[in-house]
């Protein structure tokens, strides 16, 4: 059953603390991205990856981190530089369909701060 | 700059018909998406328009005007499960997209 799996669904972070969100993929897609989500604002773009051992910055990467060692696979880090982290992150993947570049998405992560 | 405009809330009946607007500037164009999301799911995908004109899914249209920077998702005989946000976002030149904040749908019985 092909998908896009993300753990943990919460997550807690202290003060100065990085933590690590999950994002696998077993859909054989090439490009994956994170996103952000906050309460009445779209989706920001935080890292996408079109290719392995490759990836670049979308519009509010300062205070995150990602790699992509493995094309199933792409973690985002938060950093403690990241100084308002409470929000819903979202992963997606995409590939080049009849219906375009169609991103599709895994659950989602939310984290909270404590 | 890039910009999507769509309304934050809007109210229709159990059995009726609602049309959600979406309008759109990007740099570059290279299609349009509809997704539904749930309170406190992720999106999931609804439909895809590059071409001008209407693309009919079910009870679910989605229709595009490039020449006006224009996009409207159609959703006929309401049902209460498709009370849901509906993200419109435009894909940009640099094949990224660009997103609106959504539209909450609220359905009445």
């Known amino acids: 059953d092909g998908g896009i799996t993300q753990s943990p669904k919460y997550l807690f972070r202290k003060e100065g603390q990085n933590v690590t969100l999950s994002c696998e993929q077993n859909l054989n897609h090439d490009a994956m991205y994170w996103y952000r989500q906050d309460p009445g604002q779209g989706l920001r773009l935080i890292y996408y990856?079109?290719?392995?051992?490759?990836?670049q910055k979308g519009d509010i990467a300062e205070g995150y981190s990602v790699s992509r060692e493995k094309k199933e696979s792409f973690p985002l880090t938060v950093t403690s530089a990241q100084k308002n982290p409470t929000a819903f992150y979202l992963c997606a993947s995409s590939s080049t369909t009849a219906d375009g570049e169609t991103q599709y998405f895994g659950p989602g992560t939310r984290l909270l701060v404590l | 700059g890039q910009n999507i405009d769509q309304p934050t809330e809007m109210t229709a009946t159990e059995g009726a018909i609602v049309q959600i607007n979406c309008t759109y500037q990007t740099s570059g164009f290279n299609g349009l998406f509809w997704y539904q999301q749930h309170a406190g799911e992720a999106p999931t995908f609804l439909s895809y328009?590059?071409l001008d004109g209407l693309e009919e899914k079910g009870r679910f249209s989605s229709f595009l005007s490039r020449s006006k920077g224009y996009s409207y998702l159609l959703l006929k005989e309401l049902q209460m499960k498709d009370s849901a946000s509906y993200l419109c976002?435009?894909?940009?030149?640099?094949?990224?997209?660009?997103w609106g904040a959504g539209t909450k749908l609220i359905i009445k019985p």
């Open positions: 328009n590059v």
């Open positions: 976002a435009a894909m940009d030149s640099n094949y990224q997209l660009i």
């Open positions: 990856s079109q290719i392995v051992n490759d990836f």
